[in-house]
């Protein structure tokens, strides 16, 4: 009953940071986290909850960063749209973040630390992490639509080459369909391998069909726009 | 010893060398006078005596003799030394003489000269020999036996003398600047290649006198011929080298190049010849590939260059002279091979062209039945095409066969061109056109409706049909419409033969295995099988039921689903009573025999026969089920109905129901009054049996997109069951010879694209029968 009390409060009024910092984790966290927490359910953070989160970290729901999260906290595989109070808790528990603008300076951190780093390494197992992560339980790919929007995102700041790729698969429209683990994980390594100016592809290496497709169409365009 | 007291004193050796010195010049210069058994047997004596005297007599005065010495160095004493000397010293005298009378001598008399001379002297020298026998079996061969050189028997000596006092001589005149005897020989041969008869035993004298002055060191009895290479070969060779490489010159700047293969064709038989008319056997490969050398290899340009003419204008005598000549030379045969090919290529595409623009053409003469715009897709008739095909074919095999005695590259030149035209030309509009045409071609000759009726030509027609089957790539694209076609002609009873049917199936079974032609022989069965099971049927109907219920002749044909390329119907289709009855009682029938079974009645494919009633002639109409259901209609709900009525009564869909309307209208036997299909009470019709279940347009095109679908199907899952193989003995494969071995176990079904593939490996991946291999991008592992 006090932690109810507690979380109306909070809730009620914009808290300053410092003031929220005054409390030990055991009581600061239920209350931070119950904020979010959907009706019904309070060891989980649905849709609404987690666009609330955003909002009060000041941080915009569009790029890299909810999966970010994800991926620090570990959420469990096909949880793309939830986040679990277990997860948070553990993770932050550590740190001893309870409040909205300490996720999001611990946020901001592992941003950089993921996407602006010259360690591939974590960047990878985050990429790598993020399929799964997109994945409905049973399902073997990933809607094409979804794949589009999670490169934009993640890996057309890293490569020209996946700019190029999401322009690609955008303008296939409705033909570009699911897509595989292959794919996901293939086109990273073209990323990697290939030059933007397509150096280092041949076709006679084993890349999965969809990426030697982009591969002809981005040749034509190239030609046609020096033409 | 009575006898001896004429002889010379054998331990004189002033008396003894005396009276041997002028029998040995008898036999050496006149010995065409003859000599007495005696005189011979004396002479043979004295050397005789000569030579054992050493064992009877002391050391002392072997002593004084032993020029050399080398008597004392072993414990033997044998005579000869001085007569071995004196023998020397008179053959270097003779030769003295003999030299001095050629001096003058130069070209044919010196040839005539030295051969009668060498004749003589040989002749002569042999007899000495043979004199001298015991001279040259015991001084002679011990002075060998020790090490010494230049000591021969006396035969040899004689030789080694010529050799050393006349011929070296004649040779190495300084003035005149050359070898004297072989200049002489070699003009005499080339008085010969100039046409010229020549005595062409002087040239053999010669030459043998050539090699037998060869003569080895070490051991006599050993042919050596470092003189005959020297004093004769070798110039022999560049003389050979100048003369045709002028004449060959001369001649192509007076003569096509055509003339000019005969010559050389006529200069090589002439060359073997002469190896065998006087050379030394040894010569045969060293003048047979210099002549090859300057008579075809430096001008084998030219000829190349000429046989597209000849292959233009067909001139098999001098293809072939051609393919004999450069056939010679390394490599010679390359470039023709690959002009053949292009040759080949050009002509099986211009034939096509030809019959696919002769197809164009024709029905703008007169019979436009509409057809003009449709023609445009499938504007060649198959045996058109085919024959247009096997045409040029047929003429450059029988080409290879006889101008290039059947050459392994000229026949892989041939395939290689013919698959590339068979498979793509003009009138492929798609890869699979080819052998779609093919596959209709042989349904025309299989087809009871085809003219070549004899037997011999039905089979010859197969027979080439498989002659261009060899070629065609997409195998598997003829395989689905052969068995589309062949359903048909079972299904509506058109087969021409069995025994050419079976014959043909035979054929592709032999080309590409049982697999191929498994479902077709299966089809073979199931039309046996029904034979029996449908006289069964009738036979049971007719003990259960009265003969007035059985008023629909009915026949049955049951087809395996696996084997028979037949879809089922999309559309339903309501059976009128008259016909229903007799489908339950079939599948009550047959469900008693076969339960478990699902039949699938296949309304498209069947056939009916109606009689009129209603004309005033009586008409059969011959139908599809489909204008049946629709006919009877107009037996149970009235003589006019709409469309509507129509679409209740017989199930079909309105936009299956209404091209068959149309055609009915076409056809008058419906008429379209107002918006209600009418019955033509007044149709007529010339023939008493009507044909009205003719096959709609649009039918017959989605056919062909249907089977390619198929096709298209039915790669994908060869493709991924080839992959799977070979992953499976591989388990780890990098992906280029996935890739390469994919192909290869395809290629004799169709040609598999790369990209296809890669689509298939794709698949295997997301099926998790293959994953890529941790830390190799281009490994995939196979996951059982």
Redesign the interface.
């Known amino acids: 009953e006090k932690e109810k009390a507690v979380a109306k409060k909070q809730s009620s009024k914009v808290i300053k940071a410092s003031k929220a910092k005054l409390l030990p984790f055991e009581e600061a966290f239920p209350a931070w986290f119950s904020q979010f927490a959907e009706e019904g359910e309070p060891d989980k953070m649905g849709g609404e909850g987690i666009e609330k989160l955003f909002e009060d970290m000041e941080l915009s729901m569009e790029g890299a960063h909810p999966f970010i999260l994800a991926y620090r906290v570990g959420a469990a595989p096909g949880t793309f749209g939830s986040f679990s109070r277990a997860d948070f808790k553990r993770t932050f528990e550590p740190f001893n973040i309870a409040s909205s603008p300490a996720l999001s300076d611990w946020l901001a951190k592992a941003h950089d630390e993921i996407m602006d780093s010259a360690d591939e390494y974590e960047f990878r197992r985050f990429y790598a992490f993020v399929f799964p992560f997109l994945k409905n339980e049973g399902a073997?790919?990933i809607p094409g639509e979804m794949a589009v929007a999670m490169w934009g995102t993640v890996l057309a700041p890293k490569y020209p080459l996946a700019e190029s790729f999401v322009e690609y698969a955008t303008a296939q429209g409705e033909k570009f369909k699911a897509v595989?683990?292959?794919?996901w994980?293939?086109l990273l390594?073209f990323c990697e391998?290939v030059q933007p100016d397509l150096t280092g592809w041949s076709?006679?290496?084993?890349?999965?069909?969809?990426i030697?497709s982009f591969v002809e169409w981005k040749k034509q365009k190239d030609g046609s726009a020096a033409a | 010893m009575p006898p001896q007291s004429n002889l010379p004193d054998s331990r004189d050796l002033n008396a003894t060398w005396k009276f041997l010195e002028e029998g040995v010049d008898h036999i050496m210069t006149r010995l065409n006078e003859g000599m007495s058994y005696k005189k011979y047997m004396d002479l043979y004596t004295v050397s005789y005596n000569y030579c054992t005297s050493s064992r009877m007599n002391s050391g002392g005065i072997n002593e004084t003799l032993g020029v050399s010495g080398s008597a004392g160095r072993s414990g033997a004493n044998l005579m000869g030394a001085d007569l071995y000397k004196h023998l020397k010293e008179y053959f270097i005298e003779h030769l003295k003489g003999v030299r001095a009378e050629a001096a003058d001598l130069s070209d044919e008399p010196l040839l005539r000269y030295y051969t009668r001379e060498w004749d003589r002297y040989t002749t002569g020298a042999s007899y000495v020999n043979r004199l001298f026998t015991y001279l040259n079996r015991h001084w002679v061969k011990r002075e060998k036996d020790e090490g010494r050189k230049n000591v021969y028997v006396v035969y040899i000596l004689a030789l080694v003398m010529w050799k050393e006092h006349f011929y070296t001589a004649l040779q190495q005149p300084p003035a005149s600047g050359g070898n004297k005897l072989t200049a002489a020989v070699l003009k005499l041969i080339e008085k010969q290649r100039n046409g010229e008869t020549i005595e062409t035993d002087l040239v053999k004298k010669v030459i043998d006198s050539f090699v037998a002055l060869g003569l080895d060191e070490t051991d006599t009895n050993r042919q050596n011929l470092e003189v005959y290479r020297q004093a004769f070969e070798a110039p022999f060779l560049s003389a050979t080298d100048s003369f045709y490489s002028a004449e060959s010159e001369q001649y192509l700047a007076a003569n096509s190049v055509t003339e000019y293969m005969k010559k050389a064709e006529s200069r090589l038989g002439e060359e073997e010849s002469r190896v065998d008319l006087y050379l030394h056997a040894s010569t045969r490969k060293g003048l047979v590939s210099k002549c090859e050398e300057v008579l075809v290899k430096n001008h084998a340009e030219i000829m190349q260059e000429e046989f597209q003419r000849l292959l233009d204008q067909e001139q098999e005598p001098d293809l072939h002279r051609m393919y004999l000549l450069l056939s010679r030379i390394p490599n010679g045969l390359d470039p023709l091979r690959e002009r053949f090919e292009q040759h080949v290529k050009k002509a099986g595409l211009d034939s096509v062209e030809r019959a696919v623009g002769a197809a164009a053409a024709a029905p703008a003469d007169g019979d436009a039945k509409g057809a003009a715009a449709e023609k445009k897709e499938s504007a060649v008739e198959p045996k058109a095409y085919v024959d247009s095909l096997l045409a040029v074919h047929k003429k450059n095999s029988e080409l290879v066969g006889k101008a290039f005695r059947g050459d392994q590259g000229f026949v892989a030149s041939l395939d290689r061109a013919c698959r590339e035209y068979v498979n793509r030309n003009k009138a492929c509009s798609s890869p699979n056109k080819s052998p779609e045409l093919l596959a209709k071609y042989a349904d025309s000759l299989l087809r009871r409706s085809n003219k070549a009726s004899e037997d011999a030509d039905i089979e010859q027609a197969l027979s080439d049909t498989m002659t261009v089957f060899k070629y065609i790539e997409d195998k598997d694209v003829f395989q689905k419409f052969y068995s589309k076609m062949l359903a048909n002609r079972l299904i509506k009873d058109t087969s021409a033969s069995e025994d050419a049917e079976s014959s043909m199936i035979g054929k592709l079974k032999d080309a590409c295995g049982f697999e191929y032609t498994s479902k077709l022989q299966r089809m073979f069965q199931d039309m046996q099988l029904n034979r029996d099971f449908n006289a069964g049927f009738k036979e049971k109907m007719q003990q259960t039921h009265d003969e007035s219920e059985l008023s629909i002749d009915f026949q049955c044909l049951v087809l395996g689903t696996s084997s028979w390329p037949l879809a089922a119907p999309t559309a339903k289709l309501n059976l009128p009573a008259e016909l229903l009855k007799t489908k339950d009682r079939f599948e009550h029938y047959y469900m008693n025999k076969h339960s478990g079974r699902k039949l699938t009645w296949l309304w498209q494919h069947s056939r009916n026969e109606l009689r009129t009633l209603y004309t005033p002639q009586k008409y059969f109409f011959v139908t599809s089920t489909h204008q049946a259901c629709i006919l009877l209609q107009f037996n149970s709900s009235g003589d006019s109905l709409s469309l509507q009525d129509l679409v209740t009564g017989t199930g079909l869909p309105e936009d299956s129901l209404k091209p068959i309307l149309a055609l009915l209208v076409k056809q008058r036997v419906l008429e379209l009054k107002d918006g209600m299909y009418e019955l033509n009470l007044g149709f007529k019709s010339k023939k008493i049996r009507v044909p009205l279940n003719v096959p709609i347009k649009a039918e017959q095109k989605q056919e062909s997109a249907d089977v390619m679908k198929h096709v298209d199907e039915d790669r994908k899952i060869l493709i991924q069951a080839t992959i799977v193989r070979i992953m499976k003995s591989r388990k780890t494969l990098k992906?280029?010879q996935l890739?390469a071995e994919t192909i290869d176990q395809l290629k004799a079904r169709f040609q598999p694209r790369?990209?296809d593939i890669?689509?298939q490996?794709?698949v295997l991946?997301?099926k998790e029968y293959l994953e890529?291999e941790e830390g190799s991008?281009?490994n995939?592992r196979y996951l059982a």
């Open positions: 073997k790919t595989s683990l292959d794919v994980t293939q390594e391998s076709e006679d290496d084993a890349w999965p069909s969809t030697d | 992906h280029q890739i790369v990209p890669k689509k490996i794709d991946l997301d890529r991008r281009d995939y």
